[in-house]
């Protein structure tokens, strides 16, 4: 059974940062794509940051320049550092983890979700 387990979120002011980690764990496929995605109070979920098996990334216009995303395969592990932050990324990030689709496997696997919420 796959589990992933979050941390790393808080509540900092603006202009602070914070570091998120998501380890997977029960993973019987090989991993594809890892990602953030945050969902504020009163609108829809959204990609905040991706990172393919090869280190592609990806990352929202709103984050670009201060969130990094990476991974650490050897322990299937995705961070997100996130630097600046401004109250508008206050929300609840969600790990997101999905099988090599390009062999094959299907599925799509999420965290609980841990809240950042960032003060002025």
């Known amino acids: 059974q796959v589990q992933l387990v979050e941390s790393g979120g808080g509540l900092v002011q603006a202009g602070g940062s914070l570091k998120l980690s998501c380890a997977a764990s029960?993973?019987?496929?090989?991993?594809?794509?890892m990602g953030w995605f945050r969902q504020a109070p009163g609108k829809q979920r959204e990609l905040a940051a991706a990172?393919?098996?090869?280190?592609?990334?990806n990352y929202a216009n709103a984050v670009k320049g201060r969130f990094t995303i990476s991974r650490d395969n050897a322990k299937n592990t995705v961070y997100l550092q996130m630097d600046s932050l401004k109250v508008e990324d206050t929300a609840v990030y969600y790990c997101?983890?999905?099988?090599?689709?390009?062999?094959?496997?299907?599925?799509?696997?999420w965290g609980q979700g841990t809240q950042v919420t960032v003060s002025s």
């Open positions: 997101n983890v999905r099988p090599d689709y390009e062999l094959g496997f299907s599925g799509d696997y």
């Open positions: 029960g993973i019987s496929f090989p991993i594809g794509d």
């Open positions: 990172i393919g098996k090869g280190g592609n990334t």
